[in-house]
């Protein structure tokens, strides 16, 4: 059943995570020279676990303000520049960026730059097929409007479910969403069919 319901409310799981895609990165990351000499591990490329973030902001890239009488304001990292990670991980750098930089990248760059890994360029181009090529690899699932939400899962199912048939029963799934969202929903829809799958 997928449902309206956010994917998250934490600022720790990101687009790239959610797309299974950020542990293969990591993985690749780990395997470089640099990385290896330096004594870094997988683990040490993600901005969820201590040792290779930065520890200031625990790797979110931003810490609060307090104003008083205000809402709290999120401001850039002072050590780490909102870049998450540690001097020692950000000096490690593959296909010509380091970490920080790769999470940046949107969804379309991140297919290119990946495209002879199945598992990275292939949930990537599923996103992309949805009409979510714009969205920076990096960008956090609380932020993500409602269209995005639905397209992410949706394209996450198709990846997760290929080979498989499954009956789908979506809830209201077009309710609020801009024409182009729709098309692009309705696109993996017609994905999702084509597979063997049934959608109600």
């Given at each position: 059943?997928?449902?309206?319901?956010?994917?998250?409310?934490?600022?720790?799981?990101?687009?790239a995570?959610?797309?299974?895609?950020?542990?293969?990165?990591?993985?690749?990351?780990?395997?470089?020279?640099?990385?290896?000499e330096?004594?870094?591990?997988?683990?040490?490329?993600?901005?969820?676990?201590?040792?290779?973030?930065?520890?200031?902001?625990?790797?979110?890239?931003?810490?609060?303000?307090?104003?008083?009488f205000?809402?709290?304001?999120?401001?850039?990292?002072?050590?780490?520049?909102?870049?998450?990670?540690?001097?020692?991980?950000l000096?490690?750098?593959?296909?010509?960026?380091?970490?920080?930089?790769?999470?940046?990248?949107?969804?379309?760059?991140?297919?290119?730059?990946?495209?002879?890994?199945?598992?990275?360029?292939?949930?990537?181009?599923?996103?992309?097929?949805?009409?979510?090529?714009?969205?920076p690899?990096?960008?956090?699932?609380?932020?993500?409007?409602?269209?995005?939400?639905?397209?992410?899962?949706?394209?996450?199912?198709?990846?997760?479910?290929?080979?498989?048939?499954?009956?789908?029963?979506?809830?209201?799934?077009?309710?609020?969403?801009?024409?182009?969202?729709?098309?692009?929903?309705?696109?993996?829809?017609?994905?999702?069919?084509?597979?063997?799958?049934?959608?109600?």
């Open positions: 059943a997928v449902g309206q319901e956010p994917l998250a409310r934490s600022r720790r799981s990101c687009a995570t959610y797309a299974g895609v950020f542990a293969p990165i990591r993985a690749l990351f780990a395997a470089q020279p640099a990385a290896r330096a004594g870094l591990t997988a683990a040490d490329f993600s901005f969820n676990s201590p040792g290779g973030r930065c520890e200031h902001c625990q790797g979110l890239g931003e810490v609060s303000s307090n104003l008083l205000f809402e709290d304001l999120q401001l850039p990292c002072p050590v780490c520049g909102g870049r998450r990670f540690s001097p020692p991980v000096a490690v750098r593959c296909r010509g960026r380091d970490i920080s930089q790769v999470l940046e990248l949107s969804v379309d760059e991140g297919a290119a730059l990946f495209a002879d890994l199945p598992a990275i360029a292939g949930p990537l181009g599923l996103l992309s097929e949805a009409g979510l090529g714009y969205l690899l990096g960008q956090p699932s609380s932020a993500l409007s409602g269209g995005e939400c639905q397209r992410l899962k949706l394209a996450c199912q198709l990846w997760e479910g290929r080979g498989e048939t499954a009956l789908y029963l979506i809830d209201e799934p077009t309710a609020g969403l801009h024409p182009a969202d729709v098309d692009g929903f309705l696109r993996l829809l017609t994905r999702l069919v084509e597979g063997g799958s049934t959608a109600v």
